[in-house]
């Protein structure tokens, strides 16, 4: 089945532990990005990537990193959570840049206490 | 700035009845207007996207219209169903060197009442 898979799917963490949160596509994507989504602001995009080894900021990339070392994944890295990156976090993919369909998956929920 | 927002955010409807869900925009140089559905619990869903050099698109029971002398765009469901209770967003998709970047708006809740 073609799908975006999110690992954890719920997570709570205390302040200043790393984490990952790792995103994985089967459908050859070129494009992925993660989104973070909050009450009353939607969906923002943290990160994104257009191809493998090429990957740049959205427009809330403050206390994250990614990369993008195989096509197929995209992990989210945390060095250092604080409780404002508690959030419900999206992993996406679409088959090209610019495409207008992405791709989601089921969402992480991060509770950072 | 660039932003895409919401008239309601939420919008109550019975089943069967019409509903139309809508959208303005700033940013005039966006190329695309897309629309997704989001599930509770789910990630969003691609459901129909409008070219900015048209004025309306139709799929199956959905209809996007865009206006873009008052940047407004909006979604109607026909014949709304049980299924169709979602959170609903608007993205606008940028021109040129930005076409890769989507910006979504805040979303509108819709109920759908049995």
């Known amino acids: 089945e073609a799908q975006v898979t999110q690992n954890p799917r719920y997570l709570i963490t205390v302040t200043g532990k790393k984490l990952t949160v790792t995103c994985s596509q089967n459908?050859?994507?070129?494009?992925m990005s993660w989104y973070r989504q909050d009450p009353g602001l939607g969906l923002r995009q943290i990160y994104y990537?257009?191809?493998?080894?090429?990957?740049d900021k959205g427009d809330v990339p403050e206390g994250y990193k990614v990369s993008r070392k195989e096509k197929r994944n995209f992990p989210l890295i945390l060095e250092s959570p604080s409780p404002n990156q508690t959030s419900l976090y999206f992993c996406a993919s679409s088959l090209q840049v610019g495409s207008n369909e992405q791709f989601f998956g089921p969402g992480t929920r991060l509770t950072v206490l | 700035g660039e932003s895409v927002g919401l008239h309601l955010p939420t919008l109550s409807v019975q089943e069967g009845d019409n509903s139309i869900i809508n959208c303005a925009y700033s940013?005039?140089?966006?190329?695309?207007f897309i629309w997704y559905k989001q599930e509770s619990g789910k990630g969003p869903q691609f459901i129909i996207d409008i070219r900015s050099n048209m004025d309306k698109r139709q799929g199956q029971r959905v209809t996007v219209l865009l206006n873009k002398t008052v940047k407004h765009l909006s979604l109607q469901i026909a014949a709304t169903q049980p299924g169709d209770s979602a959170v609903y967003f608007c993205?606008?998709?940028?021109?040129?060197?930005?076409?890769?970047?989507?910006?979504f708006g805040k979303g509108t809740l819709l109920t759908v009442n049995p």
């Open positions: 940013n005039s140089a966006s190329d695309y």
């Open positions: 993205a606008e998709k940028g021109s040129g060197g930005s076409n890769y970047k989507l910006t």
């Open positions: 459908m050859n994507h070129e494009y």
């Open positions: 990537s257009m191809n493998v080894e090429v990957t």
